[in-house]
């Protein structure tokens, strides 16, 4: 099994900025793609971005291209979301995830493992 914790969520005002982490452990050499979703109240769970194992290769919703990024740490079982330029409608609970392939996907019921989720509130 894998387990994979978020941090860094938090409540901030429009235009600042937010890093989010997931660190993942167990057997993490089953794991290649790791991804953020987000669920506003109501709504459906949504992609956000993808890193592959080796990072070379990134996906991005369109809402949070050019604002977002996505990267690895030096443990290539962390992993990173860094948020810019946060919008009232970036607010929502962002999970982690990760699959056992190498190919990337923006559809949740194709992940394998989930965090827990951590709260993201921008306020206007």
């Known amino acids: 099994q894998v387990q994979l914790v978020e941090s860094g969520g938090g409540l901030v005002q429009a235009g600042s900025s937010l890093r989010l982490s997931c660190a993942a452990s167990?057997?993490?050499?089953?794991?290649?793609?790791m991804a953020w979703f987000r669920q506003a109240p109501g709504k459906e769970r949504r992609f956000v971005a993808a890193i592959s194992r080796n990072s070379d290769n990134t996906v991005y919703a369109d809402s949070v291209k050019g604002r977002f990024s996505i990267a690895r740490g030096n443990n290539q079982y962390t992993v990173y979301l860094q948020m810019n330029s946060l919008k009232p409608e970036d607010t929502a609970v962002y999970y982690c995830a990760a699959r056992r392939t190498t190919q990337a996907s923006t559809l949740y019921t194709l992940y394998d493992y989930w965090g827990q989720g951590t709260q993201v509130t921008v306020s206007s």
């Open positions: 167990g057997r993490t050499w089953s794991i290649y793609t």
